[in-house]
């Protein structure tokens, strides 16, 4: 079974219903292991309450974690985080969806190519 992290670019385009979401979707409705970062609930909240309102923000939050199965911060994440992003120099977000990838040996589902400079990671860049 495939076992993905669901990275905030991805659930995005799924809640924006764009086609790149429905590849998205795809994932989702498998029968694949599906984790997402904490730190990717607040960046979906953000983009929600930006794009829309309040309640989508909130109904968005719910569907992720109806969905996926969300990371929470740790210390040993925090330190394997900051070590990706110290020598790969990516965005403190990213280095911790990578982190968690490499936790769970997942596949990281993203529109973000960044994740490139990962290269023990493994990529399925949406297009």
């Known amino acids: 079974m495939e076992k993905f992290v669901i990275d905030a670019s991805a659930w995005i385009e799924y809640f924006n219903g764009s086609p790149v979401g429905k590849q998205v979707h795809e994932v989702i409705a498998s029968d694949a292991t599906i984790?997402?970062?904490?730190?990717n609930e607040y960046e979906v909240f953000v983009?929600?309450?930006?794009?829309?309102?309040?309640?989508a923000a909130k109904d968005a939050l719910d569907f992720i974690e109806n969905n996926s199965n969300v990371?929470?911060?740790?210390?040993?994440?925090?330190e394997e985080a900051a070590l990706l992003k110290a020598s790969r120099g990516i965005a403190m977000a990213d280095s911790l969806v990578a982190a968690t990838a490499l936790r769970f040996n997942a596949i990281i589902l993203t529109s973000d190519s960044d994740f490139n400079k990962v290269k023990e990671a493994?990529?399925?860049l949406l297009k």
């Open 122 to 124: 493994k990529i399925r």
């Open 35 to 39: 984790f997402t970062n904490v730190i």
């Open 71 to 78: 990371v929470q911060l740790n210390r040993e994440l925090i």
């Open 47 to 55: 983009q929600s309450l930006r794009s829309r309102n309040k309640q």
